[in-house]
């Protein structure tokens, strides 16, 4: 029962019989709501709601005799982190009340609680003039809605998410739909077709020598990521004249800041779940204790990726700011390993040794000095990942670049591999982009092309 878990409205009242007309109401629009009656003989919620609540429709009296707006509000707040998940997102709240200040002290004190997630509209109305019309509440909450277009957009998109994700699972099962007219035998054809499906197209997504149930697991679920993917470019390719009007007022908002390009960046290209065994992608923290010589030290890796800008021996004094400027940068850098074995090995169970990419995360203000020349060939060998928000596995919280070198290729044994911390995994695209760009490398692809000499002054 626990992946039937996740609501996107929850009820908080102490009176069943006032809540029920809402809820009905609600369910009758195919909206599923989870009731909580709170009260004083009642117990609390073991647990607070999945993330992804998007209304909550709050009683704020909740049957205490409770004098004053901040005391009735300061108990519902109590109530509400029991149910509402801090991690939860954006979400509208309607409250039950015909005071004003009631609602003026809610948006107050929520705001300046760090346990619950703000939310993004609070509606005032009062319970026996709505009770269970939901075309007048759901009138006065699209009136505050116009206000709040991106909220309109994402919520669209989470409900195409859902319906995407829902399609593909039954056209899925169609396809093994048994025609038996006997229940036990259309069950058991049923269950055998899905089966082999799922064999089928984990075995094709990381090849044949799948036996390890996780592995076979995670590669049908990626196979079925491009088909749910199809049915998101269908859903949200044309989307309704309310959710295109919305889009008017997001073309006229401004830039984001960098650091904000940067979080979305990461969340694109880098998760901090690198999972508890080798995978192909995953970042290792360099080790520097000394243990295996053969790796490169940190200076070592700052001066392979500025080695294009290293002056000559006697451009002294240039070369003394050079070094002085490594050695600044080496201090403000990470030093990593990234694993670059084919993902379908690690799947199959055929990796005998781990191999790895060195290189280096570098603050994005210090990528001046790392700049690679455009009319040259220097630097080929450097792969790139630019304009990363990170607060793990560097010194400091930052917008970073990582660099990798081909020439810093490093092997470890699987029993070596609890000798190495990995606290970030390159996400399917750049993983697979850094493996083509290295084999590439490593095949020496390139192209012949004569360029115009460089000009000395």
């Known amino acids: 029962m626990d ?14 019989d006032e809540a029920e007309p809402i809820i009905r109401a609600l369910g009758l629009r195919g909206i599923p709501v989870a009731y909580f009656k709170i009260s004083p003989e009642d117990d609390p919620p073991q647990d607070p709601c999945p993330p992804g609540v998007r209304l909550a429709i709050l009683d704020v009296e909740l049957g205490l005799n409770l004098t004053g707006e901040k005391q009735r509000v300061g108990y519902l707040l109590q109530v ?12 509208m709240v309607v409250l039950w009340t015909k005071y004003p200040a009631e609602k003026e002290t809610f948006d107050e004190e929520i705001f300046l609680e760090d346990s619950l997630p703000n939310p993004v509209v609070s509606v005032m ?39 995407a994700a829902t399609e593909v699972t039954n056209l899925f099962c169609q396809i093994a739909e048994s025609k038996a007219t006997n229940p036990d035998a259309w069950l058991t054809e049923w269950q055998t077709g899905v089966s082999r499906l799922v064999r089928a197209m984990a075995s094709e997504e990381y090849g044949q020598g799948l036996s390890e149930p996780t592995s076979a697991l995670a590669a ?18 044309n989307p ?15 830039d984001c800041s960098e650091e904000q390009r940067a979080r979305i960046n990461t969340m694109l290209h880098i998760s901090a779940e690198p999972g508890t065994r080798p995978w ?14 053969h790796l490169p030290t940190r200076p070592d890796l700052v001066e392979e990726f500025l080695v294009a800008n290293k002056p000559r021996d006697e451009e002294r004094e240039e070369k003394k700011r050079w070094e002085k400027e490594r050695d600044a940068v080496s201090k403000a850098c990470a030093p990593v390993l990234v694993e670059v074995s084919p993902l379908c090995d690690h799947a199959q169970g055929k990796v005998r040794v781990l191999r790895l990419l060195a290189g280096l995360w ?19 060998f450097l792969w790139k990942l630019e ?7 560097v010194p400091s919280p930052g917008v970073y670049d990582l660099y990798l070198s081909a020439r810093l290729v490093y092997s470890f044994k699987r029993l070596e591999e609890n000798d190495l911390a990995a606290s970030l995994r390159l996400r399917t695209q750049a993983c697979t982009s850094l493996q083509a760009w290295f084999s590439a490398h490593a095949g020496r692809v390139g192209l012949f092309l004569l360029r115009p000499a460089e000009k000395t002054t």
Not at 6 to 14: A, F, K, Q
Not at 240 to 254: K, M, N, S, T, Y
Not at 387 to 393: C, D, I, P, V
């Open 3 to 16: 992946h039937l878990r996740g609501c996107r409205v929850v009820v908080i009242d102490d009176k069943p």
């Open 220 to 237: 049908f679920y990626t196979s079925l990521n491009p088909l749910h993917g199809d049915r998101m470019e269908n859903l949200t390719g």
């Open 240 to 254: 309704p004249d309310r959710i295109v009007q919305c889009a008017q007022e997001i073309l006229g908002a401004g």
């Open 125 to 163: 109305l009062e319970k026996l003039k709505y009770g269970n019309d939901l075309n007048a509440i759901g009138a006065k909450l699209e009136e505050e809605l116009t206000k709040l277009a991106p909220f309109r957009i994402l919520q669209f998109w989470e409900e195409a998410s859902f319906n």
């Open 387 to 393: 304009r990363l928000y990170l607060s793990t596995g």
């Open 80 to 91: 509400l982190k029991q149910v509402i998940s801090k991690e939860n997102g954006p979400y």
């Open 362 to 380: 570098v603050p994005t203000e210090r990528r001046k000095l790392f700049k690679q020349p455009n009319d040259r060939k220097v630097g080929e």
């Open 280 to 293: 192909a992608g995953k970042i290792y923290a360099l080790p520097e204790n000394g243990k295996w010589p």
